[in-house]
């Protein structure tokens, strides 16, 4: 079994910032590309930031320059700095990673989610 857990979510008001973590635990040979989606109510899940094993990111670019996304691969756990938010950052974010486990066979895993109001 593989599990992945967010935390870090919350309220925070416009300009300010939070960092989201999650981490892998269970059957993990290694952890391949991770990445951090968000849905806003009513609308689509969007990839928000994407890190590949070895480090190379992409964004969306409604968040460019404002979050970093980044992975400590020895505890398998990525990272979402959010700097400068904005009231359409409202969502819940989840984490995704594609999975190699110990049976050599790559899958995709998603976390529970992690609610961002950002509001005043």
């Known amino acids: 079994q593989v599990q992945l857990v967010e935390s870090g979510g919350g309220l925070v008001q416009p300009g300010g910032s939070l960092r989201l973590s999650c981490r892998g635990s269970?059957?993990?040979?290694?952890?391949?590309?991770m990445g951090w989606y968000r849905q806003a109510p009513g609308k689509q899940r969007e990839l928000v930031a994407h890190i590949t094993s070895g480090g190379s990111t992409n964004y969306a670019d409604s968040v460019k320059g404002r979050f970093t996304i980044s992975r400590d691969n020895a505890e398998n756990t990525v990272y979402l700095q959010m700097n400068s938010l904005k009231p359409e950052d409202t969502a819940v974010y989840y984490c995704?990673?594609?999975?190699?486990?110990?049976?050599?066979?790559?899958?995709?895993?998603w976390g529970q989610g992690t609610q961002v109001t950002v509001s005043s």
């Open positions: 269970g059957s993990i040979f290694r952890i391949n590309a």
């Open positions: 995704n990673a594609a999975i190699l486990t110990f049976n050599k066979y790559e899958y995709a895993y």
